[in-house]
């Protein structure tokens, strides 16, 4: 059984271009969240999606943009790239469980974005 | 604020012997949940173990156990019995109950395991 799987691995985007990330999650996982990791620093969320829709969304400016599809599997869309975006990129993918005590458990190796 | 704080950048074990991480959270909720998670070099976050703040007793995993101290808001990790495939970073991280979905994560400690 596949992990959570997310391409491209490695990938360098020039100032102002857009880039789309992509999300298969576990079987059985109906919920994909994303976080951005810059380089020494720990993940910050940057939204949920549930049911093809944007449950939850933390502190990133409109550029980040995401969708869910109907097999569960998601992208990651950020427009007119900054320096500053820069990071790797982690999803993970859980069941829908309404309790704080379900740890998000599975994490794909995450996308690395070089913005030069 | 800092919600989660890991005050260690990095550490040094030597093999076999036992390690603890520090963490400290802050947080104004009185339903929350404490994880923490273990990054080799290949990128992944790999969950370890967890702890609910209504929990009495601290939780233990194989060779991880979680020292939980409410009123001092920390939860640091001990790792039993050292070992090479130990080195990672390792991130405390918290989920509020009025925090939705959102898992914060600290900054991390890195781990370095000597033969």
């Known amino acids: 059984d596949a992990g959570v799987t997310q391409s491209p691995t490695h990938l360098i985007k020039t100032r102002g271009q857009q880039v789309t990330l992509r999300c298969s999650p576990k079987?059985?996982?109906?919920?994909v969240s994303w976080y951005q990791q810059a380089l020494g620093q720990g993940p910050q969320f940057i939204f949920q999606?549930?049911?093809?829709?944007?449950?939850q969304r933390g502190n990133f400016p409109d550029r980040f943009s995401g969708h869910q599809f109907p097999n569960y599997s998601s992208e990651l869309n950020v427009n007119a790239l900054l320096l500053g975006d820069s990071a790797l990129y982690l999803c993970?993918?859980?069941?829908?469980?309404?309790?704080?005590?379900?740890?998000?458990?599975?994490f794909g190796q995450g996308t690395r974005l070089t913005v030069v | 604020a800092q919600k989660i704080t890991q005050t260690q950048p990095g550490m040094f074990v030597q093999e076999k012997e036992a390690v603890t991480l520090d963490c400290t959270y802050d947080?104004?909720?009185?339903?929350?949940?404490l994880f923490w998670y273990k990054q080799p070099s290949s990128g992944e976050m790999i969950f370890l173990i967890y702890?609910?703040?209504?929990?009495?007793q601290n939780a233990t995993e194989g060779r991880y156990s979680l020292n939980f101290q409410k009123a001092r808001k920390s939860a640091n990790l001990v790792i039993s019995a050292s070992q090479l495939g130990d080195s990672a970073m390792y991130f405390c991280?918290?989920?509020?109950?009025?925090?939705?979905?959102?898992?914060?994560f600290g900054a991390g400690t890195r781990l370095f395991v000597k033969a």
């Open positions: 993970a993918s859980s069941e829908d469980r309404d309790s704080m005590d379900v740890p998000e458990a599975f």
């Open positions: 079987s059985g996982h109906d919920t």
């Open positions: 999606y549930y049911e093809e829709e944007e449950r």
């Open positions: 947080t104004s909720d009185p339903s929350y949940g």
């Open positions: 702890q609910g703040s209504y929990d009495q």
């Open positions: 991280a918290m989920r509020e109950s009025t925090g939705g979905f959102k898992t914060i």
